[in-house]
């Protein structure tokens, strides 16, 4: 399975602009699944349940998949959660949850003025923040015997593995690393994924 590299954003940002009167708040957060994106928005709409509209989107990987979500919550068709996941499929970024909040003013905007208030909102937003490259990496869990331990460690070392822990039991150790390439000439217990970001 081909694992992608992503764009993302860590931690959680606002950004509050006014326009014709209404106050939108756009309010960013990373998230590593469907579950916590949804917390976030419930967290959100909690946050600001006195608001006219909080319309969210998320993009997010499960599984080596990319799932997209958005919702107009309430404004016409297409005008506010289309809009914000434009802004990030823009960016490329994956694994961030948006919340766009409104506080209407009392001047109606229109089909356009909604798509450009609730975009330009979110693009203000991530254009002011540090976006990081996560990259894919194999991490691997090798079983070998302590008369092997030593020289093992060595050779991981050499071949450019990094050793990320070691857990030891009676007759043998459990070496956790991550690589490029399985360690074919190991006995591999188990295979997983971790990202790290990339060097820049």
Do not use: W
């Not at 602009?17 to 579950?35: C, D, G, P, V, Y």
């Not at 914000?84 to 949850?97: E, M, P, R, S, T």
């Amino acid at each position: 399975m081909n694992y992608i590299k992503y764009k993302t954003i860590f931690g959680v940002h606002e950004h509050k602009k006014n326009i014709e009167r209404s106050i939108f708040i756009a309010t960013l957060s990373h998230i590593e699944s469907q579950e916590e994106a949804k917390e976030f928005i419930r967290e959100i709409s909690k946050k600001y349940n006195d608001a006219t509209h909080n319309c969210p989107a998320y993009r997010v990987i499960e599984n080596n998949q990319i799932i997209e979500f958005s919702s107009d919550n309430g404004e016409p068709s297409g005008t506010a959660g289309r809009p914000i996941l434009g802004v990030l499929k823009k960016y490329d970024l994956l694994n961030v949850a948006v919340v766009v909040t409104r506080y209407f003013g009392g001047v109606k905007l229109g089909v356009r003025g909604l798509i450009d208030a609730y975009s330009s909102t979110v693009d203000e937003l991530i254009s002011n923040l540090k976006v990081t490259t996560l990259v894919p990496v194999p991490v691997y869990i090798i079983k070998v015997g302590y008369d092997e331990y030593g020289k093992a460690m060595q050779d991981l070392h050499y071949k450019g593995y990094e050793i990320i822990n070691t857990e030891f039991f009676e007759t043998f150790a459990h070496i956790k690393i991550r690589g490029n390439k399985k360690p074919e000439e190991y006995n591999v217990l188990n295979e997983s994924i971790t990202y790290i970001k990339e060097e820049e």
